[in-house]
């Protein structure tokens, strides 16, 4: 999925499961893993599939996920 929607691959061996929770779409849950990926390569963005895309430092994620009205629980953010 990584790939197909930003041209990034990653290290199979390194992909685990954070959490997860509910989506605000019906009968739907949004899952977090974590994983090493090859952050050398250009992001190919699949505008049919994804908006956008972008490196970002933990400290900016774990920021963002404090912010009222985030949809990443803070437990997750702080996995990173």
């Known amino acids: 999925e990584t790939f197909e929607e930003t041209g990034i691959?990653?290290?199979v061996d390194s992909v685990r499961y954070?959490?997860?929770q509910?989506?605000?779409f019906p009968q739907s849950c949004m899952i977090g893993f974590m994983a090493t990926a090859d952050d050398?390569?250009?992001l190919t963005?699949?505008?049919k599939e994804i908006v956008s895309a972008g490196w970002f430092d933990k400290s900016v994620v774990k920021v963002s996920a404090g912010v009222k009205g985030a949809t990443m629980q803070e437990k997750?953010?702080?996995e990173v």
Do not use: R
């Open 9 to 11: 691959t990653i290290d």
């Open 18 to 20: 954070v959490g997860s």
């Open 76 to 78: 997750v953010a702080n």
């Open 40 to 42: 050398t390569l250009p």
């Open 22 to 24: 509910p989506w605000p």
């Open 45 to 47: 963005i699949d505008e």
